[in-house]
């Protein structure tokens, strides 16, 4: 057992060797580019595989140590990723994936809230709505301890069934089939509302979502919107690219995004003299992050836009998915982000005006897609400042 051990350490070392001197580096300088920190940490990797007379699991050891190397960072956007976690990330962020359509929430701790369900997806095929709960998945009850992975558990090959045992919203329980299947996410959805306002309601900033945000406004436009406010709440960001198309489409030539990395190179994103020239607002909340909130900020610079809702967190990092070796990952900040005119939204946000909050049953109606544009307090806030 000890030889084995010894082996993966030797041949863990040689392949951080002839990673280096594949650039022409010496053995000595390989060494020396490690840095002490860097040596302390293989050696202790040795000591451990090579000395420890106790019983351990090798893999619970390795994903410790590097989540706990990403948690010592200090920066709540950075994390580690087991390779079953990196992969439902990598999967989610191609807004396609195979599993039953939902999105749950975070509580309770012993189930597993129903917020939003696909249309034509096969939840609602099988009767499930928001503010249900599931409580156990092919027959094993959800608890704090195993929730994650029922979670993940939901999920599987598409044309299998999955059994859960759900909580109606009148507390009644009952047990529902549901066949997975592979589900296509749609990222944007416009209606126009009344007075010629066109609503489009963008849900992430991942792949696709350019396209179908500037189909959603060339519709609009066509119908004859006098004036356009986009939806943000509850949007989690997503990708630099898809985030400056649109900004791009939309916003007058000038500067959009400028990125600097943590050695000072910088990346500057332009816009074009084409854009869509009508008056516009955007609707945030408290869960408006990232790409979501950075959009607000730069339509209101840019164009004058009216930012409605509630105060965002002030996210000002960008983040890169890096697969380590094993297939974990780990998603780290990697460069802080400004708008056009050089302005950070780290610790701050966007301040809306108007500023206004919704309560809690009309949060969670806003969630649920229930809440109509006449019952919407922000939604009606940033009609009447477009006036």
């Given at each position: 057992?000890?030889?084995?051990?010894?082996?993966?350490?030797?041949?863990?070392?040689?392949?951080?060797?002839?990673?280096?001197?594949?650039?022409?580096?010496?053995?000595?300088?390989?060494?020396?580019?490690?840095?002490?920190?860097?040596?302390?940490?293989?050696?202790?990797?040795?000591?451990?595989?090579?000395?420890?007379?106790?019983e351990?699991?090798?893999?619970?050891?390795?994903?410790?140590?590097?989540?706990?190397?990403?948690?010592?960072?200090?920066?709540?956007?950075?994390?580690?990723?087991?390779?079953?976690?990196?992969?439902?990330?990598?999967?989610?962020?191609?807004?396609?994936?195979?599993?039953?359509?939902?999105?749950?929430?975070?509580?309770?701790?012993?189930?597993?809230?129903?917020?939003?369900?696909?249309?034509?997806?096969?939840?609602?095929?099988?009767g499930l709505a928001p503010g249900e709960i599931i409580r156990g998945v092919d027959g094993q009850t959800i608890t704090a301890e195993n929730r994650a992975d029922l979670v993940n558990a939901i999920q599987g090959e598409a044309g299998t069934t999955v059994t859960l045992e759900v909580e109606g919203t009148d507390g009644a329980r009952r047990t529902v089939e549901v066949t997975?299947?592979?589900?296509?996410?749609?990222?944007?959805?416009?209606?126009?509302?009344?007075?010629?306002?066109?609503?489009?309601?963008?849900?992430?900033?991942?792949?696709?979502?350019?396209?179908?945000?500037?189909?959603?406004?060339?519709?609009?436009?066509?119908?004859?919107?006098?004036?356009?406010?986009?939806?943000?709440?509850?949007?989690?960001?997503?990708y630099v690219t898809e985030l400056t198309e649109i900004l791009d489409f939309l916003l007058p030539e000038g500067t959009i995004f400028i990125s600097r990395t943590n050695d000072g190179e910088e990346t500057v994103y332009t816009s074009d003299a084409a854009c869509v020239d009508l008056p516009m607002a955007v609707l945030v909340n408290a869960e408006s992050y990232s790409a979501a909130e950075f959009f607000a900020a730069e339509l209101r610079e840019a164009a004058g836009a009216v930012v409605a809702?509630?105060?965002?967190?002030?996210?000002?990092?960008?983040?890169?998915?890096?697969?380590?070796?094993?297939?974990?990952?780990?998603?780290?900040?990697?460069?802080?982000?400004?708008?056009g005119s050089g302005i950070s939204l780290i610790g701050t946000g966007v301040t809306p005006e108007p500023l206004v909050a919704l309560s809690q049953e009309e949060a969670q109606r806003l969630l649920a897609g229930t809440l109509s544009p006449e019952e919407d307090p922000q939604l009606q806030s940033a009609l009447e400042a477009l006036g």
């Open positions: 057992m000890e030889g084995k051990k010894k082996r993966r350490w030797k041949t863990l070392l040689l392949a951080v060797v002839c990673f280096v001197l594949g650039g022409g580096v010496t053995l000595t300088v390989a060494w020396q580019a490690l840095g002490q920190d860097g040596q302390a940490l293989l050696q202790a990797y040795r000591l451990v595989t090579g000395k420890f007379v106790g351990y699991d090798q893999r619970t050891m390795v994903e410790s140590t590097l989540e706990n190397m990403v948690t010592a960072l200090g920066d709540r956007w950075s994390g580690y990723l087991d390779p079953q976690e990196a992969q439902q990330v990598k999967t989610a962020r191609a807004n396609t994936y195979v599993g039953i359509g939902v999105t749950v929430g975070q509580e309770p701790e012993d189930g597993l809230e129903i917020l939003r369900v696909t249309e034509g997806g096969p939840a609602q095929a099988a997975r299947q592979e589900i296509h996410g749609l990222t944007a959805a416009w209606t126009m509302l009344a007075d010629q306002v066109g609503l489009v309601n963008i849900q992430n900033f991942y792949s696709g979502t350019a396209d179908l945000v500037r189909q959603g406004v060339e519709e609009l436009q066509a119908q004859g919107a006098r004036a356009l406010v986009f939806d943000l709440r509850n949007n989690p960001g997503g809702g509630e105060q965002t967190s002030g996210k000002g990092y960008s983040q890169m998915l890096f697969t380590l070796a094993d297939g974990s990952a780990i998603s780290l900040s990697t460069a802080r982000y400004y708008t």
